[in-house]
């Protein structure tokens, strides 16, 4: 099938690359022409596992090229995705701009039937918009053609993108003809792996599903966020009372662990979107606001802990720092709790140095030359001359490290663990001081 990537960001670059390794004939198109230049040049914009060398095999097989031409890209595909950026707006509310532009875009130069795949995070009712921003383009140029527009939501995770882009737990697609949905069917069909995966329904219940999935995980953190500060204050051990509950199957083991909050592009921006969705539909959301108002909190628990163990003034201080990423595998650090951390040291005075196996570059873009913030080579690095370790990433690296080692080199020795990567009694019993969340 001839298929066209509007957006080539991660949602667009991952499922533009999926969807060629399967046979697929794939232009991407995106505005900002350096990206397009890089993926032209052989180089890749982000880092996620596995995705370089699959974009590298189907560009070599001619199956996937990328361009900045608009008309080549409307021209191309006759399923055309749209999964450029929808971030929040100052009230909260998803922007839709860029989704609009991408549809005008496809109005101006469409000639025959096409598909237009909604794969954006958008709020209820933006197919509607979608589709009249296209009839608006064509009544304007006096072109009378056919076209669907469908909800295909994305629910791939950044650091596994590629896996679960082509091993879905399932497929959503709202549409609401049956010419589309016959090439829905067609087009997901090498990603089916022995029974269905597709779950069709209407197109507003499709856009309402991305946001009820993101709202339910980010629900489940938020909750055992608040339950490890309380398990805390009660003396009892939220790892313990994990296992506990994670064993009902009905609970279940996943999306129950307590840290310093979630970050990333989806759950701040997309929590935030349905509250304020449910707002204008007049049907409040409460246990979604507090959801937000809980993960605000939490991003200043690690602030706290070592304000509390160190003092208000952490002037001539150096925080040593694992960690940058939202989450591990990504060099991401959209809404990072790192972000929200290095804030709260700055402003009492201390100094950084921080090592992230990948997201240093990502860093360096956001602070630019900061001098309060050094960045490492490694991890036993960032810890020298620095007084304690704070740790906001759960990389794997970090996971087995040397505590003798650690307490030699920390001038405190002290580890403030935002991801509950250890069994406490480990490192204390190489002489750290250790905080987590929730832990006894
Ligand atoms: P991104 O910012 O990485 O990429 C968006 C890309 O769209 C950018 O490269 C931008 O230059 C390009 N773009 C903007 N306007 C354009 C236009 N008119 N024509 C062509 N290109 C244009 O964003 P992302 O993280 O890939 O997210 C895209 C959408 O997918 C969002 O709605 C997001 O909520 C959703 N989503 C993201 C993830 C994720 O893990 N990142 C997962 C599921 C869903
Ligand atoms: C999320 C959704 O999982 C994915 O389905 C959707 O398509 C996009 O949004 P992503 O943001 O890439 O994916 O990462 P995810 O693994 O969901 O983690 C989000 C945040 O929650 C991270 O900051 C992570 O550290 C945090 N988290 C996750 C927890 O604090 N506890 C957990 O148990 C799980």
């Known amino acids: ?67 900045t031409s608009v008309e080549e890209a409307v021209a191309h595909g006759t399923i055309q995705f749209i999964a450029v950026g ?28 096409k598909v237009i795949v909604d794969k954006s995070t958008v709020p209820v009712g933006t197919a509607d918009r979608v589709k009249a921003a296209i009839a608006d383009e064509l009544k304007a140029r006096g072109v009378n053609t056919d076209y669907s527009v469908v909800s295909n939501p994305e629910f791939l995770k950044e650091g596994a993108a590629v896996e679960d882009f082509m091993k879905p737990d399932r497929i959503v ?36 599903t991305k946001y009820a999935a993101n709202a339910m995980l980010a629900t ?26 994670g064993s009902d199957p009905r609970i279940g083991y996943h999306f129950l662990y307590p840290g310093c909050g979630y970050g990333g592009s989806c759950f701040p921006k997309d929590v935030q979107a349905l509250v304020r969705t449910a707002r204008e539909a007049g049907q ?20 706290k802990k070592i304000v509390a163990r160190l003092g208000e003034d952490l002037s001539g201080k150096t925080i040593a720092l694992w960690g940058l990423a939202f989450k591990p595998n990504t060099d991401d650090m959209r809404e990072a709790p790192s972000r929200v951390l ?4 700055f402003e009492r005075g201390a100094r950084i140095r921080a090592y992230d ?30 007084d304690v370790l704070a740790i906001v990433t759960e990389w794997k690296e970090f996971r087995a490290p040397d505590f003798e080692a650690i307490k030699a080199k920390l001038k405190t020795p002290v580890i403030f663990d935002g991801r509950n990567l250890y069994e406490p009694a480990i490192p204390r019993a190489a002489g750290l001081e250790y905080f987590a969340i929730g832990r006894k």
């Open 86 to 113: 929808t971030p929040p707006d100052e009230d909260g509310s998803a922007d839709l701009q860029y989704v609009v532009a991408a549809a005008r875009s496809i109005g101006r130069h469409m000639k025959d039937y």
């Open 173 to 208: 697609v709202g549409v609401e003809d049956a010419r589309a949905r016959e090439l829905m069917h067609q087009l997901y069909a090498p990603f089916q792996r022995n029974h269905e995966r597709l779950i069709v329904m209407d197109v507003r219940s499709a856009e309402l």
């Open 342 to 345: 290095i804030g709260e040291l």
């Open 357 to 386: 196996p990948v997201a240093a570059h990502e860093a360096q873009r956001i602070y630019g030359d900061e001098p309060r913030l050094a960045y490492a080579r490694n991890p036993m690095d960032a810890l020298e001359g620095a």
């Open 220 to 245: 489940r953190i938020s909750f055992m966020n608040e339950l490890a500060n309380l398990a805390e204050k009660l003396g009892a051990d939220i790892e313990l009372v994990r296992q506990g509950i």
């Open 284 to 303: 409040g959301l409460k246990i979604l606001q507090s959801v937000e108002d809980a993960n605000e909190e939490q991003k200043y628990v690690l602030a």
């Open 1 to 67: 099938m001839k298929i066209t990537v509007i957006g080539t960001g991660y949602v667009g670059l991952v499922s533009g690359t999926c969807l060629a390794d399967v046979g697929n004939d794939v232009l991407c198109l995106d505005v900002d022409a350096n990206k397009i230049r890089i993926l032209n040049e052989g180089g890749i914009p982000i880092y996620e596992p596995g995705l370089e060398a699959m974009v590298r095999r189907n560009k070599e097989a001619g199956r996937l090229r990328f361009t």
